[in-house]
């Protein structure tokens, strides 16, 4: 099992807001990445170190953290958003990569 | 623009031997470790490890520790994941990622902002 742990399945409605949270005690200490992937597709970064966007990401996409629980937020979403989100920061060793299971978006 | 292109996909039987390559282009190949990751049919992603182009320096998972070896070659930009002996349970789709960084007054954060498009590698008798 992933040390950072994620929902399976979240729904939103078209133009809706959205969080995708992310927990694990090592979200104290680390921030916390996020990456997009639709089927088929390669994953891509859209969001670093807890809110930090690269470049062509769409400002909709937000992160944020609170103690052990890191979320990425999604504000008015869009068809094309619909995919898989995964979390990542180090393990509990803080020298290894962790992914959390990963989150399937749909939305409506 | 970087980019990051990775061999064609591979159909072995188990037993077999297997290198896939991952060529950077667009950035000094050596500024940057490069990262594979797993993504078994249906399944997360999973991280394997690391190398560093620079002097072939490499960091494994422990989870993975001893299933493969990672490998580059600056004086072509390339990145490779190989095994000497394959089993069915490695089949998969194979990341290559480049490894960037934050730094703040809370210190280094790494993560990953350019990926290959993808290996898939079946092991099937």
């Known amino acids: 099992s992933s040390e950072l742990t994620q929902d399976p399945a979240v729904s939103v409605a078209l133009g809706q807001t959205v969080r995708i949270t992310c927990q694990g005690d090592?979200?104290?200490?680390?921030?916390a990445n996020w990456y997009q992937q639709k089927p088929t597709q390669a994953p891509i970064l859209v969001i670093y170190?807890?809110?930090n966007r690269p470049s062509g990401i769409p400002d909709r996409f937000s992160g944020s953290s609170s103690g052990s629980t890191a979320s990425l937020t999604i504000t008015g979403a869009q068809a094309e958003d619909e995919a898989d989100y995964y979390c990542?920061?180090?393990?509990?060793?803080?020298?290894?990569?962790?992914f959390g299971g990963g989150t399937r978006l749909t939305v409506l | 623009d970087v980019l990051l292109e990775q061999s064609g996909a591979e159909m072995k039987k188990p037993g077999e031997s297997l290198k896939i390559s991952c060529m950077g282009s667009?950035?000094?190949?050596?500024?940057?470790?490069i990262a594979w990751v797993r993504q078994m049919p249906g399944k997360g992603l999973e991280y394997l490890g690391i190398?560093?182009?620079?002097?072939?320096?490499?960091k494994y998972s422990p989870s993975f520790q001893g299933q493969f070896t990672l490998s580059a070659d600056k004086s072509i930009s390339t990145a490779y994941l190989q095994w000497s002996v394959l089993k069915a349970s490695d089949t998969a789709i194979y990341y290559c990622?480049?490894?960037?960084?934050?730094?703040?007054?809370?210190?280094?954060?790494?993560?990953?902002?350019?990926w290959g498009q993808g290996t898939p590698v079946t092991v099937s008798s």
């Open positions: 170190a807890k809110n």
């Open positions: 990622a480049r490894r960037a960084y934050f730094n703040d007054n809370l210190g280094i954060e790494y993560y990953y902002d350019y």
């Open positions: 990542q920061s180090r393990d509990s060793t803080g020298n290894d990569v962790v």
């Open positions: 190398v560093y182009p620079g002097d072939s320096d490499t």
């Open positions: 667009g950035y000094d190949f050596t500024d940057h470790w």
């Open positions: 090592r979200l104290r200490h680390y921030y």
